[in-house]
């Protein structure tokens, strides 16, 4: 049986599909048919990219590294500098350029950062501008979701997803001793679909959504714009200002481009899903030297590579913070290691909150409960492409390194508490899906009734359907245990459910 409160809560979920399988506020975002096939899915969350890792040789170096020097000011009484890129060993196929045919203003913008500094930038430095570059960067023009995009999360899957979601926030609201206000919070919410059908969800809770600030950190102008349509927002005069409002609760909505400028002061409820994939990574690689952190360089040609920086990089610090978090068993299994400053950062933050203000965090994504090693990918069009191949035009992502934030959080304050990870599977199945979804298959037809088994297995299942019986190149791939789920709580809640 399902433990209470959530219970108690998803019995009064509304018994039928959004739309007849079409979620609320996006007209276009999930539709029954046609079935995604398995690269769709596996271009999001597998971990080995299609190139193999570049080798790193630490023993000789190429002609064109001796010849890329930077020279310091040229005097007869001063010292001469001489600062050499190692490019020796590093992966770098003769077949595969990675200049696009015609450059892009960001490949331009990256290249002029490089020229500029005569040397290479690190890859977080990449992926930051091929991200989230305010002119050029891949998620601030585009609306990059989906099956017309580049890749499909859970809340695009089913409507279940983002409605056990709201089941989790409104146990955690009562454990929270139901306030009369407070904040919540996603971070990242894509086109907005999660937060949607939890709002859809939970509206015969009034006393929950009433209680609601909703606040999107968001810095795509372009997205933001989409979330606005999906939360159907309106803009309403109240005295002498102007606020937003979704019509789905009657919420207030805002939007911030950073947690921080969320202002403080209310209890708060936190979803992160599929954003700290997305933050900069540092790479590093070890060799004879120890370790070397991986850079973005020109090669002679004009084109894009990998390097290893001959000198010590400032982010070695990082790498050094997150070596004291492993143990040397651990250590001496990997030789290249993933650092995110950037989810460190986030998770003091999220730490630091809930400890003033009370509440939580909710974070699902996938990664790894330990050192992350070479996960970087891009994906075009739900297929892997190479790194470095037109930036801007691919989804850059890595996995998650969860120990990571547990450490971060942790340190941050002795007021929280941290639980998990455990998997989506155990998350979703643990808040109820299974009675959610056969609540929702005695009110649909046969067409429905094959999505939503679809995309039940998608979420919690592992590895290919079993029950499928259409095309091979068309069968439903489970992410139930790609995906891992975290939460950080404010101690004197005691556990979350259903972390208990």
Same mark, same amino acid.
């Given at each position: 049986m399902l433990r209470s409160p959530a219970a108690a809560l998803l019995r009064h979920l509304p018994p039928r599909l959004a739309g007849c399988g079409v979620g609320a506020g996006s007209p276009t975002r999930r539709t029954l048919t046609p079935y995604i096939s398995p690269s769709s899915f596996l271009a999001r969350f597998s971990s080995p990219p299609p190139f193999p890792?570049?080798?790193?040789?630490?023993?000789?170096?190429?002609?064109?590294?001796?010849?890329?020097?930077?020279q310091g000011p040229s005097s007869d009484s001063g010292p001469r500098l001489s600062i050499s890129v190692d490019?020796? /060993?590093?992966?770098?196929?003769?077949?595969?350029?990675?200049?696009?045919?015609?450059?892009?203003?960001?490949?331009?913008?990256?290249? #002029?950062?490089?020229k500029f500094r005569s040397g290479p930038i690190?890859?977080?430095?990449?992926?930051?501008?091929?991200?989230?570059?305010?002119? &050029?960067?891949?998620?601030?023009n585009r609306d990059v979701f989906g099956e017309s995009g580049d890749f499909i999360t859970s809340p695009e899957? &089913?409507?279940?997803?983002?409605?056990?979601?709201?089941?989790?926030?409104?146990?955690l609201w009562e454990q929270m001793g139901q306030p009369e206000k407070v904040n919540l919070i996603e971070l990242g919410p894509g086109r907005g679909t999660l937060l949607a059908d939890l709002l859809r969800g939970s509206a015969k809770f009034v006393n929950?959504?009433?209680?609601?600030?909703?606040?999107?950190?968001?810095?795509?102008?372009?997205?933001?714009?989409?979330?606005?349509?999906?939360?159907?927002?309106?803009?309403? #005069?109240v005295g002498d200002e102007k606020r937003t409002v979704s019509k789905l609760c009657g919420a207030p909505v805002y939007w911030h481009a950073s947690l921080e400028q969320v202002p403080s002061g209310l209890p708060t409820i936190i979803v992160a899903h599929?954003?700290?994939?997305?933050?900069?990574?540092?790479?590093?690689?070890?060799? #004879?030297?120890?370790?070397?952190?991986k850079m973005v360089d020109l090669a002679g040609d004009s084109s894009f590579r990998f390097v290893l920086s001959p000198q010590p990089t400032a982010s070695l610090i990082f790498l050094s913070k997150r070596c004291q978090w492993a143990s040397p068993e651990e250590l001496e299994k990997v030789d290249q290691i993933e650092?995110?400053?950037?989810?460190?950062?986030?998770?003091?933050?999220?730490?630091?909150?809930?400890?003033?203000?009370? /509440?939580g965090a909710l974070i699902i994504d996938y990664g790894k409960n330990g050192i992350v090693s070479d996960s970087l990918q891009a994906i075009r069009k739900h297929k892997f492409v190479h790194i470095l191949d037109d930036p801007g035009s691919a989804d850059l992502s890595a996995y998650v390194d969860f120990a990571a934030i547990k450490h971060s959080a942790k340190e941050a304050s002795d007021d929280i508490s941290v639980h998990g990870p455990m998997t989506q599977s155990q998350l979703l199945g643990s808040l109820g899906i299974n009675f959610r979804v056969e609540a929702l298959m005695q009110n649909c037809d046969e067409k429905q009734a094959e999505s939503l088994r679809t995309g039940y297995w998608r979420l919690v299942g592992d590895g290919e359907a079993p029950f499928w019986e259409g095309p091979d190149e068309q069968t439903p791939i489970g992410m139930g245990s790609r995906y891992l789920a975290m939460a950080i709580v404010n101690k004197k809640q005691g556990s979350p459910v259903p972390f208990e």
């Open positions: 890792p570049p080798q790193a040789s630490f023993s000789v170096r190429d002609d064109e590294a001796e010849d890329d020097k930077l490019r020796a /060993g590093l992966y770098n196929p003769q077949e595969h350029s990675h200049e696009a045919p015609l450059d892009s203003d960001l490949v331009k913008h990256l290249k #002029s950062i490089i690190s890859v977080a430095e990449y992926m930051e501008e091929v991200l989230t570059n305010p002119q &050029s960067g891949y998620y601030m899957v &089913s409507q279940m997803f983002g409605e056990l979601i709201g089941v989790w926030a409104m146990c929950f959504t009433k209680a609601l600030n909703i606040n999107l950190v968001e810095c795509s102008p372009t997205l933001q714009k989409v979330q606005y349509n999906t939360l159907k927002c309106e803009d309403e #005069s599929e954003f700290f994939d997305a933050l900069p990574i540092h790479q590093f690689q070890k060799g #004879s030297r120890g370790w070397c952190e650092v995110c400053p950037k989810a460190m950062e986030i998770s003091e933050q999220i730490a630091d909150r809930i400890s003033s203000d009370g /509440g």
